[in-house]
């Protein structure tokens, strides 16, 4: 059993340089030459400065731009590190809700949404993504249904044509993978970007 | 449920069958010492670590000597895990200033993915370093898949070997499997991870203005080498707190889809290996349609309860099933197909949270875990742990005949069952036993997010996914207490090596039995019968074991969801 030891303390050693130095550093050197812009994180630059990510949600609030899902994310609170305080779309503590199907905190938080969503748009049924929190709180879709269910709030605010408005998501609606895999969906950041170019 | 939902789900099952036989074959060649298409490469790297390690390669070990290099290799293992939590404040490639970590938690962690369990009370982006993500985790992540592999190729080895005493080489099989299986596989891997969006930088956390003008600090990292060998050795443990529900840890439809049958992939091909190493495929096929008849139930449940949604979507009218927790490029079927997968095997990898299923979504990836995640299973783990159920299910026909049970062509006999049912009873009694002791103590009460019988159920769950290996968790419970993370650091210590010890003990008895050729009396192990059995089995323990639990938690919930009760 003795005779174990040297190869315990070894073959460990080796195998940890191996696999956790040499493995992820010549990985992060090859994938850096081969894909630049997916390595770094798919940043997006505007004007010299960085926006975001396409591939991270960020909150939008303004009427003039399409909303993201609710986000369940928080932040510690400044006031007393102990406990956290809500900050949705925060990209360095994802996370989602995690309340349950009989969570009456779940319920009411719902029942409000779909209320505030109908006052804005009477015309179509509320999507049910809109009023979901997703699990990373940093979805960057929303369902196709839902950009479609938030044309006339987007259009009127910026004294756009509602058809133009439709049209840009339309444009921006991504299929299943190779027609089967995943769902429609609609990029918001993407398709914000784009209305503020149709906009000018 | 959609007609698209289960063409998604038909192909995924398909793709992994089709590589049984490919990864299997290989394999097999891997593990019995021949040379394969990358030894020209890769011998040199392994003979000069059998040099340094002082490993004579040709030497085999009895199944204690290869329990205890096991054993003495996690010791090593954790040392480092732990020592680079506590100290990774004073160490490189930490540009997001992490502090050192609490002791209980970085005692939590280190056994967690010591155990391959990876259950996750750190939160990846907010409380480790770069070089604690690699070099701690990523590390482990490969360590303690090869150590299941090689646990269950000794297992194997047992089955097939007649009047041997020795079941193989601890060091050799964690090399072998390290360098010729789990790296090629992950470099590619990473790549195709890194061309789907999957970011692999160690700059700092980026810092960006949003369109509205807000701050938005993006975590980034090395984080696609990670998940490669996360996913392919059904480790499970996040980058990102998130876990692969995060857009960078899981970025499109099509890296879901593959992370998925990379959890699969490995484990399912062990059950091929085990049936050319017994001389016969067809007793692989036969595991892997036990495994498939759960799988598919399993699968079912869950996608038809999510897309039901839940009581209080339908009665505002929002149809498209339970979103909550879920996230859109994904959808039902995907979030659903993954639950059910990442609880089968031991991955507890989550691209949606759990603990916003419906009571029956949520139950199924609790029951996979219960029944000890024989469904393809961790890597080796599943198929040892689905090795002792045949066993038992052998025996107990054995019984019914009243003949001697045998299985190819070994004589199951007292000593095997005493160290199956061993292996067996331990896992229930850590998590049922843990369980009852946290719902009486107000402190661990304290840590539920939901009231009423989800709360239980989030406990029931924590301490099922720790004992099992699995890692994934009803979220919403506070893990990260001094309680919390020391009963379940105990339960998957318990789960992992109460497990492999028994399992290795009668690997070794069964090694050194003579090979008896099949006659007119043995039961065959290759038809729907013995599949049937093997089901039956699993469901009657599993049933016996854990229904009075989930009777308290997901099935009074669901009832009450019905009810329209809320909490």
Excluded at chain 2, 352 to 370: C, E, R, V
Excluded at chain 2, 478 to 495: D, E, P
Aim: with cysteine; aromatic share 8%; glycine share 10%.
């Amino acid at each position: 059993m003795l005779r174990e030891i040297r190869p315990a303390i070894l073959i460990l050693l080796l195998l940890t340089a191996i696999t956790g130095l040499a493995y992820p550093l010549a990985m992060t050197a090859i994938a850096g030459a081969i894909f630049p812009k997916q390595a770094q994180g798919s940043l997006i630059e505007k004007d010299g400065k960085i926006i975001g990510s396409a591939l991270i949600g960020q909150e939008f609030k303004d009427d003039k731009y399409f909303h993201g899902r609710p986000s369940a994310t928080s932040a510690p609170d400044p006031a007393d590190t102990t406990k956290t305080v809500s900050a949705p779309y925060n990209a360095a503590n994802s996370g989602g809700s995690n309340l349950g199907p009989t969570s009456k905190a779940l319920a009411d938080r719902i029942k409000e949404d779909v209320e505030k969503l109908k006052a804005e748009n009477p015309f179509a049924p509320v999507p049910v993504d809109l009023v979901t929190t997703s699990a990373s709180g940093l979805d960057p879709d929303i369902s196709p249904e839902g950009a479609l269910f938030q044309v006339p709030r987007v259009a009127k605010a910026r004294n756009l044509p509602e058809a133009r408005v439709r049209q840009l998501v339309t444009e921006h609606i991504q299929g299943r993978m190779a027609g089967l895999l995943g769902e429609p969906s609609v990029n918001v950041l993407a398709l914000n970007l784009a209305l503020d170019e149709a906009s000018k | 449920m959609t007609v698209i939902g289960w063409i998604q789900i038909l192909l995924y099952c398909a793709i992994v069958v089709a590589l049984v036989k490919p990864l299997g074959w290989y394999m097999t060649r891997v593990f019995s010492g021949e040379r394969t298409f990358m030894s020209p490469i890769l011998r040199p790297v392994e003979t000069a670590l059998y040099r340094i390690g002082g490993v004579d390669e040709k030497r085999e070990q009895h199944w204690l000597t290869y329990t205890v290099a096991m054993l003495l290799f996690h010791v090593g293992g954790f040392l480092i895990i732990y020592g680079l939590m506590r100290l990774q404040a004073l160490l490189p490639l930490n540009p997001a200033e992490q502090s050192a970590v609490a002791p209980d938690l970085s005692f939590n962690t280190a056994i967690s993915f010591l155990t391959n369990t990876n259950w996750q009370n750190y939160g990846g982006e907010s409380t480790l370093s770069y070089l604690t993500q690699m070099v701690g985790l990523t590390h482990q992540n490969f360590l303690s898949a090869a150590t299941g592999i090689a646990l269950a190729v000794a297992m194997i080895r047992g089955f097939s070997r007649s009047s041997m005493r020795t079941i193989g080489n601890f060091w050799v099989d964690v090399v072998r499997c390290t360098l010729y299986v789990l790296l090629p596989i992950c470099i590619v891997y990473t790549l195709f991870l890194v061309w789907q969006g999957m970011p692999q930088t160690l700059g700092a956390y980026v810092e960006a203005t949003t369109l509205e003008g807000a701050k938005q600090t993006i975590a980034v990292g090395p984080v696609a080498s990670q998940v490669a060998i996360k996913m392919l050795g059904t480790n499970g443990g996040g980058f990102f707190n998130a876990n692969a529900a995060h857009p960078f840890e899981n970025p499109t439809a099509l890296s879901n889809f593959v992370q998925m049958i990379s959890i699969f992939a490995l484990g399912a091909a062990l059950t091929n290996v085990f049936g050319r190493t017994v001389g016969n495929q067809r007793q692989g096929w036969a595991i892997l349609a036990v495994m498939g008849v759960l799988f598919i139930a399993g699968v079912a449940v869950t996608y038809w309860a999510e897309a039901n949604g839940t009581a209080t979507l339908n009665a505002l009218g929002l149809t498209g099933g339970n979103m909550e927790g879920k996230e859109v490029r994904f959808g039902i079927v995907a979030s659903s197909l993954f639950a059910v997968i990442t609880t089968a095997a031991s991955c507890g990898a989550v691209n949606a949270m759990h603990d916003s299923f419906t009571a029956l979504g949520g139950m199924i990836p609790l029951i996979n875990m219960q029944i000890g995640e024989i469904i393809v299973g961790g890597v080796g783990a599943g198929l040892y742990g689905m090795l002792l159920f045949v066993v038992l299910a052998i025996f107990v026909a054995g019984l019914m005949v009243g003949r001697t049970p045998e299985y190819v062509g070994k004589k199951i006999e007292a000593r095997e069952v005493k160290m199956a049912m061993l292996a067996i009873l331990v896992l229930p009694l850590m998590y049922l036993g843990w369980t009852a002791v946290a719902v009486v103590l107000p402190s661990a009460v304290a840590s539920m997010a939901n009231a009423g019988p989800h709360g239980f159920t989030e406990v029931l769950y924590a301490f099922t996914s720790a004992t099992g290996n699995n890692g994934s968790a009803f979220g919403g419970l506070t893990g990260n207490t001094f309680f919390y993370n020391l009963t379940l650091a105990s339960s998957m210590f318990v789960g992992r090596f109460f497990m492999i010890v028994p399992a290795m003990a009668l690997a070794g008895s069964l090694a050194a039995k003579k090979s008896i050729p099949p006659s007119a009396g043995t039961l065959p192990t290759t038809g729907g019968l013995f599949v049937g059995l093997v089901v039956g089995v699993i469901l009657i323990i599993g049933g016996l074991t854990f229904f009075p639990a989930l009777a308290l938690g997901p099935i009074v919930e669901h009832l009450a969801m019905n009810a329209n009760t809320l909490f």
